[in-house]
């Protein structure tokens, strides 16, 4: 082979990788998008409903209770409000095609709290100190971005 042949070679062999790299690149951008724009918090699972007396989050492509809606991830939602001893009961369920985590910083951070799609998971916990919170998703996500910034108020 010819130094010039070898060259060519060579060069056609990474336009290829370049392009193949490309359409890579566009079928997860479209996978992305694709799920990113689909509403799955219309089905909701049994059993996702709201506890007497506490708070239901539902967690779907679109957040925690739409929190994409609600200007996510520069403003705080949702916002739950408890007075500090009160017992809290919390539902959340996942609408989603992938797994999402619910923490609350203080009341469930090493709990590894995970909700796989489908599920309905029931968490209880005593309001035991004053402050606020943050209640967050600790599982790598397509839109773990907009769910980092729940609130759990505890006043006194
Ligand atoms: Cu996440």
Not at 5 to 25: D, F, P, Q, Y
Not at 99 to 117: L, R
């Amino acid at each position: 082979m010819s130094e010039d042949k070898s060259m060519n070679l060579s060069r056609r062999t990474t336009a290829v990788i370049l392009l193949g790299g490309v359409a890579v690149a566009a079928i997860i951008g479209a996978t992305y998008v694709a799920d990113f724009g689909r509403n799955n918090g219309t089905a909701l699972p049994p059993g996702c409903v709201r506890p007497a007396g506490g708070f239901l989050v539902v967690a779907s492509n679109m957040g925690y209770n739409d929190s994409i809606s609600h200007g996510a991830p520069s403003k705080s939602w949702p916002i739950i409000t408890v007075h500090q001893g009160q017992n809290v009961t919390i539902v959340v369920c996942n609408t989603d095609v992938q797994a999402h985590g619910f923490q609350i910083t203080h009341y469930f951070v090493n709990s590894q709290e995970t909700v796989v799609p489908g599920q309905v998971l029931k968490v209880s916990f005593i309001a035991d100190k004053t402050g606020s919170y943050l209640i967050y998703c600790d599982i790598f996500c397509s839109i773990h971005i907009y769910m980092q910034n729940g609130l759990l108020n505890v006043t006194p």
